[in-house]
């Protein structure tokens, strides 16, 4: 399957080395390189008790990639509708290039979990990024809406082998790392994601079209591989061992997984909800807002910008603030902030009420997000990187997806202040559920 892939990325591998000779290929036995820390680690699951060498990542250099790679994702997310359209495409069809990176992550979350144990981070991050890459280069021969459609169906597919590989190095570090950096991760990747990429891709097709700005994204998915060859781990993985097996085998562990794992299970739904909340506030926040308050474009998309900003501030410095709270405790707060942005969008208090409500989303849903970063991390100490890798991503994936397109039918028949209160319904069973949680379960 990824054969053509590892041919491209072996040339790769070759022309690097022999500008730094000193970087050797990797394998079982290679020996780790200097400027990273040596340390023993077991990996948990099904293979618990094979001891790898491993090279910690650089912190600022992961954190660097992972804004490289939501730069990347930034810029695809704004250029790809806009160069549907330029093709003729109608509004349905230019929908579907928008949903087709969810659906992508969807569908891979859980592959790209049992391809991760079994050959790497690394390998499946620099097979990703020359996908990528090469894809976009074909982008500005394609001008027909359904050969669009398909291209971004294959970019879709090829987006978590980007993301998955470094949330996992980063989740795999933060036990060492601290609660207080739990959200460092997200908040670089959003960075990238929510302000330089659509702020760079809006310049650039304006004022170059859309071949520069494709081209611009083929380099610096190249620039990615570079610097993730450098910066990920250098983790073999099992294939070919004893202890590997097959994909569906592996996929069918990850199931397993969550009908034997309570804490797995809620901490997937309070991400999916969370997620959920944040896709229909995406979508039906600036419509609503123009529609009913008579704000502008520009106004009401700064709500979007509202909530980013407070989101990526929470992420950063939030889990300084509430590292010594107990996580139902950082849950009910995060979603009481959530039901709260519900009503004031669900009710009509005026223009005042949105902005307000934008800033307590950013807030609540950044908590969230600290706290079941740092959860997932405990969890992949526990049950074992792959394992954990693909379930991080099914989650938002599921909720993001069914806050747009339930959100849509919900907001057609009901209006979208109906749709905010229905999700406010939702979030304050959660905050009851935490409350309850808090009773019953004894601090630690």
């Not at 996992?168 to 609660?179: K, Q």
């Not at 997200?186 to 081209?215: D, E, I, K, N, Q």
């Not at 506030?281 to 520009?298: D, S, Y």
């Not at 939030?318 to 902030?337: M, T």
Request: aromatic share 8%; charged share 10%.
């Amino acid at each position: 399957m990824f054969a053509g892939i590892d041919r491209c990325v072996a040339m790769m591998r070759v022309l690097v080395s022999e500008v730094n000779p000193g970087d050797a290929p990797c394998g079982p036995d290679a020996a780790p390189r200097a400027r990273g820390a040596v340390v023993p680690g077991v990996v948990a699951g099904s293979d618990a008790q094979r001891v790898v060498t491993a090279r910690v990542p650089h912190l600022p250099a992961l954190l660097s990639l992972g804004m490289m790679v939501g730069t990347i994702n930034g810029l695809s997310r704004v250029a790809m509708p806009l160069y549907a359209v330029a093709s003729g495409a109608q509004a349905w069809q230019v929908g579907i290039v928008g949903g087709l990176g969810y659906m992508g992550v969807l569908l891979m979350a859980l592959p790209m979990g049992a391809w991760i144990d079994r050959h790497g981070s690394r390998t499946m991050f620099l097979r990703g990024a020359i996908a990528a890459a090469l894809l976009y280069l074909l982008l500005p021969w394609l001008h027909a809406p359904w050969h669009v459609i398909a291209l971004a169906a294959l970019l879709g597919f090829a987006l978590p082998f980007r993301t998955v590989p470094i949330q996992t190095e980063f989740l795999a570090m933060l036990p060492s790392l601290g609660p207080a950096k739990a959200g460092w991760n997200r908040g670089a990747f959003m960075l990238g994601l929510a302000f330089v990429g659509p702020a760079v891709s809006a310049a650039v097709v304006g004022s170059l079209g859309f071949t520069a700005l494709f081209l611009m994204v083929s380099a610096t998915l190249l620039l990615a591989f570079l610097v993730g060859r450098r910066v990920l781990v250098r983790r073999s993985g099992i294939a070919g061992q004893a202890d590997d097996a097959p994909l569906h085998v592996r996929i069918a562990g990850q199931i397993a997984l969550l009908r034997h794992e309570p804490l797995v299970r809620r901490t997937m739904l309070i991400d999916g909800l969370a997620q959920m909340s944040v896709a229909y506030f995406v979508v039906f926040a600036i419509p609503m807002a123009m529609r009913h308050h008579g704000m502008t474009l520009q106004a009401a998309a700064g709500l979007i910008t509202m909530q980013g900003a407070f989101y990526v501030a929470v992420l950063f410095g939030g889990g300084l603030l509430v590292a010594r709270w107990r996580d139902d405790l950082r849950y009910l707060l995060a979603f009481s902030l959530l039901t709260a942005q519900s009503l004031l969008y669900g009710t009509d208090l005026g223009a005042p009420a949105l902005w307000l409500g934008a800033a307590l989303m950013g807030v609540g849903v950044g908590l969230q997000g600290v706290t079941s970063t740092t959860r997932f991390a405990e969890l992949m100490r526990r049950l074992g990187r792959g394992r954990i890798a693909g379930v991080t991503s099914l989650a938002p994936t599921s909720g993001g997806i069914l806050g747009a397109v339930a959100g849509g039918v919900v907001s057609q028949h009901f209006g979208s202040d109906r749709g905010f209160l229905l999700l406010g319904l939702a979030q304050a069973a959660m905050v009851a559920t935490q409350v309850r949680r808090l009773r019953v379960v004894p601090a630690s």
